[in-house]
């Protein structure tokens, strides 16, 4: 009965290599989040999504792209691949509720090492 | 913008010994507060959240925090810590009020490590 879930869990490329990490909710929730984790623990914040709209766009390289294809999933596509992007990926949703979407579940993380 | 600063990096404790974990916020506008665990090699759990009411909050596993708005601080304690409890945590916050795009701040991390 997993919650938010993600794939891959791990995930080891090459520089210059286009990937995709994919993330999945089952708990109804319409707003899903993508967030960096960089080898330092720092966690920001990089997009959201609201009923497949984008609702969050953080200064991201434009190498970074989010789809949404239903409120269930969010997805990230990653083109060109840089030493830079090493970090741990986390999904997340959160359910808007009186115009408050405030409280966020998150994935287990994807950990992607780029060589 | 709103910004949080999680006062230590590294909290070293024994095994049943009380425990708290600083958490320091600075925001022009009315926040949510929220602190999440993170197990190595595993996502964050939230362990609990102050939206709005009882200053004095309690989560899962023991833990409970209070909501200081003089102070802007909402620290996170337990009484008496597990070997179990050894884990990164991470304090959050987020625009509150009626509108919210539920942007979460995140501070530095607090790394707790339980000695038997």
């Known amino acids: 009965d997993t919650a938010v879930s993600q794939t891959p869990k791990y995930l080891v490329t090459q520089m210059g290599n286009d990937k995709s990490i994919k993330c999945e909710q089952n708990?109804?929730?319409?707003?899903m989040y993508w967030y960096k984790q960089d080898s330092k623990k720092f966690l920001k914040i990089m997009f959201s999504?609201?009923?497949?709209?984008?609702?969050i766009n953080e200064t991201v390289p434009n190498r970074f792209s989010p789809k949404s294809p239903d409120k269930a999933h969010l997805n990230l596509h990653i083109n060109s691949l840089e030493l830079g992007d090493s970090a741990v990926y986390f999904c997340?949703?959160?359910?808007?509720?009186?115009?408050?979407?405030?409280?966020?579940?998150f994935g287990p993380g994807t950990r992607l090492l780029v060589l | 913008a709103q910004s949080v600063t999680q006062l230590d990096s590294q909290v070293p404790v024994f095994e049943e010994a009380p425990v708290e974990l600083r958490c320091n916020y600075s925001?022009?506008?009315?926040?949510?507060l929220f602190w999440y665990v993170q197990y190595p090699n595993q996502g964050l759990q939230l362990l609990l959240k102050?939206?709005?009411?009882?200053?004095l909050v309690k989560g899962i596993n023991g833990f409970e925090a209070e909501f200081n708005k003089s102070q802007t601080s909402f620290h996170l304690r337990k009484p008496s810590v597990h070997i179990s409890d050894t884990a990164e945590y991470f304090c959050?916050?987020?625009?509150?009020?009626?509108?919210?795009?539920?942007?979460?701040?995140f501070g530095q991390g607090t790394i707790l490590t339980v000695h038997p």
């Open positions: 997340a949703s959160s359910l808007r509720t009186s115009g408050r979407r405030e409280t966020q579940y």
């Open positions: 708990l109804g929730h319409d707003t």
């Open positions: 999504y609201n009923n497949k709209e984008l609702i």
């Open positions: 925001s022009s506008v009315s926040v949510y």
């Open positions: 102050y939206l709005s009411g009882s200053t």
């Open positions: 959050a916050v987020t625009r509150g009020g009626g509108t919210s795009y539920g942007k979460l701040t």
